[in-house]
């Protein structure tokens, strides 16, 4: 494949995005569900008119499906049925000082979507949520002409591993493939690309099978439509044992995908960003593009949610950036737009992490 000798989709929007990379530390916003979870949504909110009876009349008659499945809890389903929620979380993070928004789609995989019996939205949902995401980025940057504002286009881990056995009783049992995620990921990857994402990011990566699937994926959609965007990538340290769930630590994980040559690579969800920070570091010294940090507020305590308050998790993301580690930074779940908003004035006056040649330029 020859997409690293793509043209860029949107040349101007990329050297802006590099000038503000090579200026400072830029800001990604917090999580999409627990500002969600907030809305306290019943299952009307969901369904909304189009999906009444469960799903879309039109794909359930032709296709002789029921509707009686639930869609309570379908986060990326609200791109379709109430937007204005979606959209107002978005305003509220870029608000509270983001530079980069990731959009709505972290389940939109047709994986994901089949446990509602949605995976025809597959698409619709990944263009939807870009063109959100866009739209409020570029509401908010005709505000702050000065603070340009990027669409991050997310593609999720999935709820599935190629790498691991779901049966410990047999260990050679994968409940997934490379190539069906190949081809779910290129679906969304379409559908995010559409919809105007100024890039794309493989997210909360878990298994190292699953993105490079995702990252094959994207390049063949790059190669068909003759351009590229920047890629992200950002993978998760699963415990403190240092390791994903497929086994590698923050170098290895690092090695293995630094072929695609991505704008940059970083860590997020599982961990507070006090455990994080020994594997930011890592990923610091190894990386040879931009690196970013996007981790939970704090360890979950007992009933699932997150202690970790604005100033504590703002005052440790602090101390990444004075030691000179990030490019990018943000939170990931149990974040807020205060958390946000403390991050983003705490690193305000840190200089970025130097790189060892522009990131743009390694991914060419």
């Known amino acids: 494949m020859s997409v690293h000798r793509l043209p860029w989709r949107d040349p101007a929007r990329v050297a802006t995005l590099e000038d503000a990379l090579a200026r400072r530390i830029l800001v990604i916003d917090g999580a999409m569900g627990t500002m969600i979870q907030g809305w306290e949504l019943g299952e009307a909110d969901y369904r909304g008119s189009r999906f009444a009876d469960g799903c879309d009349a039109t794909h359930a008659h032709a296709h002789g499906q029921g509707c009686a499945h639930d869609l309570k809890g379908n986060n990326d389903l609200l791109l379709l049925t109430r937007p204005d929620i979606i959209a107002a979380v978005h305003t509220a993070y870029l608000e509270a000082g983001a530079d980069l928004i990731e959009t709505n789609t972290f389940n939109a995989t047709s994986i994901s979507q089949a446990d509602y019996h949605l995976e025809h939205l597959v698409y619709e949902l990944n263009r939807e949520g870009a063109r959100l995401a866009r739209a409020c980025c570029d509401a908010a940057e005709a505000k702050t002409p000065?603070?340009?504002?990027?669409?991050?286009?997310?593609?999720?881990?999935?709820?599935?591993?190629?790498?691991?056995?779901?049966?410990?009783?047999?260990?050679?049992?994968?409940?997934?493939?490379?190539?069906?995620?190949?081809?779910?990921?290129?679906?969304?990857?379409?559908?995010?690309?559409?919809?105007?994402?100024?890039?794309?990011?493989?997210?909360?990566?878990?298994?190292?099978?699953?993105?490079?699937?995702?990252?094959?994926?994207?390049?063949?959609?790059?190669?068909?439509?003759?351009?590229?965007?920047?890629?992200?990538?950002?993978?998760?340290?699963?415990d403190r044992s240092g390791r994903t769930l497929s086994g590698q630590t923050a170098e290895a994980f690092h090695a293995s995908l630094a072929h695609a040559r991505p704008l940059s690579v970083g860590l997020n969800c599982a961990l507070g960003a006090k455990d994080l920070r020994e594997h930011v570091e890592t990923l610091a010294r190894v990386a040879a593009c931009a690196v970013s940090a996007h981790p939970n507020a704090g360890l979950p305590n007992a009933f699932g949610g997150y202690d970790e308050t604005p100033g504590e998790m703002a005052a440790t993301l602090a101390e990444f950036a004075e030691a000179g580690l990030l490019n990018l930074v943000g939170g990931c779940c149990g974040t807020t737009p205060a958390h946000i908003a403390a991050i983003a004035a705490a690193v305000s006056g840190c200089r970025p992490r130097a790189l060892p040649a522009s990131a743009f330029e390694r991914a060419a």
Request: aromatic fraction near 8%; hydrophobic fraction near 40%.
């Open 146 to 238: 000065h603070q340009p504002r990027f669409a991050i286009g997310v593609l999720g881990p999935t709820s599935r591993t190629a790498s691991i056995s779901p049966d410990v009783n047999d260990p050679g049992f994968r409940n997934t493939s490379f190539d069906a995620l190949r081809a779910t990921y290129r679906e969304a990857t379409e559908g995010l690309i559409d919809g105007g994402a100024d890039t794309l990011m493989v997210e909360t990566i878990f298994d190292t099978l699953n993105a490079k699937a995702a990252l094959f994926a994207i390049e063949e959609v790059f190669d068909a439509r003759g351009q590229r965007l920047p890629i992200m990538i950002s993978g998760t340290i699963t």
